[in-house]
Nanobody, 124 residues
Framework: QVQLVESGGDSVQAGGSLRLSCVGS??????????MGWFRQAPGKEREGVAV????????TYADSVKGRFTISRDSAKNTVILQMNSLQLEDTAMYYC???????????????WGQGTQVTVSS
C-alpha cells in the first residue's frame, strides 16, 4: 500500500525559497506511483496541480504559474520526490500535497493517492 509523507513547508518572505520533500513507501514495484508530483490548495479554492514527474525519468510537467520558478525531481532510489521552490510569491501560499498516480496528470480529481500535506505561507 502506498504511503506518502511530506515535509519542508514553512513561512517565508516573498522572493525566498523552500524545498519540499515527499518520502514514499510500499510502491517500489507498483504502477500506482509511475507518476508522482505536487498539488496545492488554498482556502476556498480547488486543489490544483503544481508539478508532476514520471517514474522512468524525463522532464517534469509544470503548471504555467510556476514554470521557471519551481523544479521537481526524483532521487536515484526513486522513493523520494522533491519540489524546489524559488522566487516564491504571495499567490503560492497553500497547503501542498504529495500525490501519486499511474499516469502523469495535473488534474487533482484524477489523483487517488495523497500525502497529508505541508503548509507553505508566503508573506510580503
Amino acid at each position: 500500500q502506498v504511503q506518502l509523507v511530506e515535509s519542508g513547508g514553512d513561512s517565508v518572505q516573498a522572493g525566498g525559497s523552500l524545498r519540499l520533500s515527499c518520502v514514499g513507501s510500499g510502491y517500489r514495484y507498483s504502477t500506482s506511483t509511475n507518476c508522482m508530483g505536487w498539488f496545492r490548495q488554498a482556502p476556498g479554492k480547488e486543489r490544483e496541480g503544481v508539478a508532476v514527474i514520471f517514474r522512468g525519468g524525463g522532464s517534469g510537467t509544470y503548471a504555467d504559474s510556476v514554470k521557471g520558478r519551481f523544479t521537481i525531481s526524483r532521487d536515484s532510489a526513486k522513493n523520494t520526490v522533491i519540489l524546489q521552490m524559488n522566487s516564491l510569491q504571495l499567490e503560492d501560499t497553500a497547503m501542498y500535497y504529495c500525490a501519486a498516480a499511474p499516469v502523469c496528470t495535473l488534474v487533482a480529481t484524477q489523483i487517488r493517492q495523497w500525502g497529508q500535506g505541508t503548509q507553505v505561507t508566503v508573506s510580503s
